[in-house]
């Protein structure tokens, strides 16, 4: 059983550091929280230690992990060529929610890359995860800390409910404070390209870059960009994503509500706080994630509201979309695979 340790997110306690880098030194299991969602780390050199991670998750061997570093000095020793983009997006957004995909060196095992020849590099902005990666003085490999296909974890107690039995330690400093995972940006393609939109927008990113690629999700393909499985980041109630704006879109809340109440089901609906009114009077269960045009407050509250929805036995969610502005494309990418496939367009 994972014990699970109370840590201050801003002076995380030094002994309690030093305790958790020695369980990763030693090939062991860490949750630790990010900016963007808590982390399941491993010694990212260590392909025992890596190995474990894959089992505690149930995750596929052909979706590749992040290498967490805590200074980009560790970049050279990691990667084979670093375009000076590589080094001015770090410049500019790390610490922070920006994995680069670059090519590796021989060091990274081939079991963190899913054998790939380049490897995801993420700078995190907590100072419990930097203070983790200096005293364990060894890139952590981490996936989000949640099993594979679930939703990922924004508190430890998420963390504790998917993983608790299977891993050493559990980092707790409260809920993390983006919420969705970072964005990941392949430097390998002739176009920077998004592979998943992500805690840093693709506006952001241009601003910077100029214009950026955002790999279509038919791109793709059958074996899919690694980790892109098309059901994912999934409450265990069967999800539809209403796309479209108000008063079309709550014309269509109500309808499908109504569909699927008539056929007995529980349904519960994630939604901003000013579409309640529009629902006020139906029989469901309601989560707000927050004011539609506040996109933070919505990503933050994102997974903890799908979490709340599966505790109060929905079998149905309907969750509208927040359009593709900033966060926006995040929080639609992350329902949209959700609903694996089921969108339905509300006008
Ligand atoms: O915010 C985050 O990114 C969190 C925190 C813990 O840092 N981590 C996270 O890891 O979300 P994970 O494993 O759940 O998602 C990593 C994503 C996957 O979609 C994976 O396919 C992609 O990064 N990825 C990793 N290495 C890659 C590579 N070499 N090429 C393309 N995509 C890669
Ligand atoms: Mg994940």
Redesign the pocket.
Known sequence: MAQIVRIDPQNPSPPTIARAAEIIRAGGLVAFP?E????LGADGLNPVAVARIFEAKERPSE????L?IADTDALPSLVRELPPLALELGRRFWPG?L?L?LPKKPVVPDIV?AG?P???V?M?AHPVALALIRAAGTPIA???ANRFGRT?PTTAQHVWEDLGDRIDLILDAGPTSIGV??T?L?LTRPVPTI??P??LSREALESVLGPVAVLARMERGPMP????FPKHYAPRAELILLMGSPPGLHRSLREISHHYTAEGHCVGLLIAEEDRSAVADLPVEVVAVGPEDDLETVARNLYQALRTLDERDVSVIIARDFGSQGLGLAIRDRLMRAAGGRVISGE
């Open positions: 990010t963007t969602v808590y982390g979706d590749p992990l992040i967490h929610p994995t995909v890359t790939l380049t490897v995801a993420r995190p981490a996936p989000s990922s995972e970072s990941v392949d592979l998943r992500g805690g960009a690694p980790g892109l």
